[in-house]
């Protein structure tokens, strides 16, 4: 059963343009939210989080979008640059053990 | 400095050969975790320690052991693989396992089983 789910396996943009990445969570014991980005072969790599009692953080191109009521969290990059592709995972936390849960990604591509 | 440098980059080993991953930070983190990421597929969560204790097993076969000798080291003992054991086996490390804090990942080995 997944309980983090990224419905959009790949999503193309323009350079310049926002690019607007999706996640829907079921395990509402989750209260904290990460994004990472991944190029192949390397570790993931952390970009930003947001905790439950927020609903939206924003670092620099990068603004996570909590809406805890419909338990989705977005990932708005504007502008996108062709070095933002890659493979985006949405993670969550929280729960008894604070296991951190990944959904299965999805692959951005930012087209010059 | 928030990095967790993992050695091997790459290993290939027979059935049959032990090999360790060996996984360091030092951030001062007390949590740290192995995760073993198939192709196009998330990372799947295998072991974790808090304050150099096994916190959490995930069901792993007993082919992986893991250690934590200190707080900054953590390795992985590999024995007797199968072929579907190649994979990407990450290190990561938090600040604690119960904080709400990100998690800072390594680069990975790529573990090639033949």
């Known amino acids: 059963d997944q309980q983090v789910k990224q419905n959009s396996p790949s999503l193309s943009v323009q350079e310049g343009r926002i690019s607007i990445l999706n996640c829907d969570y079921t395990?509402?014991?989750?209260?904290?939210f990460l994004w990472y980005k991944k190029y192949p072969a390397e570790g993931p790599t952390f970009l930003i989080s947001?905790?439950?009692?927020?609903d939206k953080n924003e670092d620099g191109r990068f603004t996570v979008f909590l809406n805890k009521s419909a338990k989705h969290l977005s990932l708005h990059i504007v502008p996108s640059q062709p070095g933002d592709s890659a493979v985006y995972f949405c993670a969550s936390r929280g729960g008894s053990n604070y296991k951190l849960t990944f959904g299965k990604g999805t692959l951005l591509t930012v087209n010059p | 400095d928030t990095e967790v440098t993992q050695t091997p980059k790459h290993l290939v080993m027979g059935m049959t050969n032990k090999k360790s991953l060996k996984c360091e930070q030092h951030?001062?983190?007390?949590?740290m975790y192995w995760y073993k990421q198939k192709a196009k597929k998330p990372p799947e969560l295998m072991f974790v320690y808090s304050y150099e204790k096994l916190s959490i097993n995930e069901s792993v076969p007993s082919r992986f052991s893991p250690e934590c000798p200190n707080s900054s080291l953590l390795n992985l003992h590999l024995h007797a693989l199968q072929p579907e054991d190649s994979a990407l086996y990450l290190c990561?490390?938090?600040?604690?396992?119960?904080?709400?804090?990100?998690?800072?990942f390594g680069q990975g080995t790529r573990l090639t089983v033949v």
């Open positions: 395990n509402s014991m989750f209260d904290y």
């Open positions: 947001i905790s439950s009692i927020k």
């Open positions: 951030m001062g983190h007390r949590a």
């Open positions: 990561a490390s938090s600040q604690e396992q119960t904080l709400n804090t990100e998690a800072f």
